[in-house]
C-alpha cells in the first residue's frame, strides 16, 4: 500500500522526466537519494514530508556524516532533497520549505587535473589502427579531446549530428539543451576514417544509427569508454578517465589564449563559475613553469629549500 511518501515521490519522478526533461541519471539519483531519507523519516515514525522541520534535517545530516559518506555524496543527497521540497512548495503540497535556510556542507575545492600535451599526445596515437576497435578508439578519443564533450553526450550520438563540412556536431547536453561543439582537423580525419574504415565492419549487416559502436554493432556504453581510456591509460602511466580529457580540453584552450566565455559555451556550462575553475589550474601551471624556469626564482625557491629544517 502506497503512503504519503510514495504518492509523493511519483509524482516528484514525473515532473523530473515530464517537465524538467532531466537525464537518466540525475532521476536516478534523486530517487536513490530520496528513497533513503524516506527510510529515515520513516525510521522516526514522521508520516509524511509536511512534518519535516529543521530539526529533523539537521538530524539526518548528522545521521551522513556519522556514516562518513564524502561531502560531494552528502551534498548530492541534499540537493535531491531541496529540488523534491521546492517542488512540493511550487504545487502547494506542504505549508513551508524546511530546507530554504538550511545551511549546505561546504565542498573541499579541487584544482581539477589534466593532461600534458606530450601526455596527450601519446594517448591518442596509442590505438593500432590496423584494427576496427582500434579506428573507433582513436576516434573517441580524439573527438573526446577536441570537443570536450561529456561521456553521456559522446556515446548519445548519432550519425546525423555530425558535420564534415563545417567539422561541427550538434550535442544534447544537460537539461536537454542543444549546443554545438567543434572539432578540429586531426579529430575531424580521425572519426572520418572510423566512419569509413572502422565502423562498417562493426555494424556489419545490422541497422543503427549510433555513432560510435561496440564490438556487435550496438551503441557503446558509457562504461566501455572508461574502460577503454583505462587500457590506453598505460601508455603514459596516469589513470585516465573521460571527464579528464574535459579538463585537459578547457586547459589547453585557456593556456593557449582562448576567452573563458568561448570556452563556458564549448563545454555546455550553464555558469561562468563553472569554468573558472580553469583559471585557477592555468594560473597554478603558469606559476610552477616560473618556479621552475626563471633562473632568479629558481635560484631564490633553492635557498628557501636549504633553509628549511629537516622533517
Request: charged share 25%.
Amino acid at each position: 500500500m502506497q503512503d504519503a511518501f510514495d504518492e509523493l515521490f511519483d509524482r516528484f519522478m514525473n515532473y523530473l522526466r515530464a517537465e524538467r526533461n532531466a537525464s537518466i541519471h540525475t532521476v536516478g539519483t534523486y530517487a536513490y537519494a530520496l528513497q533513503e531519507f524516506f527510510h529515515f523519516l520513516r525510521e522516526k515514525r514522521i508520516a509524511s514530508p509536511a512534518q519535516v522541520d529543521r530539526n529533523t534535517w539537521r538530524r539526518y545530516m548528522s545521521r551522513l556524516t556519522a556514516q562518513r559518506f564524502a561531502k560531494t555524496s552528502i551534498n548530492c543527497k541534499q540537493s535531491a532533497v531541496r529540488s523534491f521540497y521546492r517542488y512540493l512548495e511550487r504545487e502547494s503540497l506542504v505549508p513551508a520549505n524546511p530546507l530554504r535556510k538550511a545551511p549546505s556542507p561546504k565542498l573541499d575545492r579541487r584544482l581539477p587535473g589534466f593532461l600534458t600535451v606530450d601526455e596527450t599526445v601519446k594517448l591518442l596515437q596509442a590505438p593500432d589502427l590496423s584494427r576496427p576497435v582500434g579506428r573507433r578508439d582513436r576516434a573517441l578519443l580524439e573527438l573526446l579531446y577536441a570537443s570536450g564533450l561529456r561521456v553521456s553526450e559522446l556515446v548519445s550520438l548519432d550519425l546525423e549530428r555530425v558535420n564534415f563540412f563545417t567539422n561541427e556536431i550538434r550535442v544534447w547536453g544537460k537539461g536537454a539543451k542543444e549546443r554545438v561543439v567543434l572539432m578540429g582537423k586531426p579529430a575531424a580525419e580521425a572519426l572520418h576514417h572510423y566512419i569509413q574504415h572502422g565502423r562498417p565492419k562493426l555494424l556489419g549487416n545490422r541497422q543503427n544509427q549510433a555513432l560510435f559502436l561496440n564490438q556487435y554493432g550496438g551503441r557503446l556504453p558509457a562504461r566501455r569508454v572508461q574502460k577503454i581510456l583505462e587500457k590506453y591509460s598505460r601508455h603514459i602511466d596516469k589513470k585516465v578517465h573521460p571527464h579528464l580529457l574535459r579538463h585537459t580540453f578547457a586547459t589547453h584552450l585557456l593556456d593557449g589564449g582562448a576567452d573563458l566565455r568561448v570556452v563556458q559555451e564549448l563545454l555546455g556550462h550553464a555558469q561562468l563559475a563553472s569554468t573558472q575553475i580553469y583559471t585557477h589550474v592555468t594560473r597554478s601551471q603558469a606559476r610552477k613553469v616560473y618556479l621552475a624556469a626563471h633562473p632568479l626564482a629558481r635560484r631564490q625557491r633553492k635557498n628557501e629549500q636549504k633553509q628549511q629544517p629537516n622533517q
